[in-house]
Nanobody, 120 residues
Framework: VQLQASGGGLVQAGGSLRLSCAACGSISVINAMAWYRQAPGKQRELVAAITSGGSTNYADSVKGRFTISRDNAKNTVFLQMNSLKPEDTAVYYC???????????????WGQGTQVTVSS
């Protein structure tokens, strides 16, 4: 199983970006999916998460600006980021709780990270 993230880049403050993360491989079920971020010198933090049923939760710092969504048919999670601020600059990672087909086992899988840089 692999998670492939894309959509990062350089944007001015106030701008928008949309991140995507597609899971591929021997997948039976995907439960929760989420985005984390890690800024230089800081710990990795949860940005947003979404359950298989569509329930969401967000870090206080991004509420009202970011929206997480998913396409279950395509095993893909998205993060729409609006009104970006310089403090949103970080490497963004996607993660998913996945039940693989063979062998049948649950695991937490991570994407490779995509850089988001917001200039002031």
């Amino acid at each position: 199983v692999q998670l492939q993230a894309s959509g990062g880049g350089l944007v001015q403050a106030g701008g928008s970006l949309r991140l995507s993360c597609a899971a591929c491989g021997s997948i039976s079920v995907i439960n929760a999916m989420a985005w984390y971020r890690q800024a230089p010198g800081k710990q990795r933090e949860l940005v947003a998460a979404i359950t298989s049923g569509g329930s969401t939760n967000y870090a206080d710092s991004v509420k009202g600006r970011f929206t997480i969504s998913r396409d279950n048919a395509k095993n893909t999670v998205f993060l729409q980021m609006n009104s970006l601020k310089p403090e949103d600059t970080a490497v963004y990672y996607c993660t998913a709780a996945i039940l693989t087909r063979t062998p049948a086992s649950w695991g937490d899988y991570w994407g490779q990270g995509t850089q988001v840089t917001v200039s002031s």
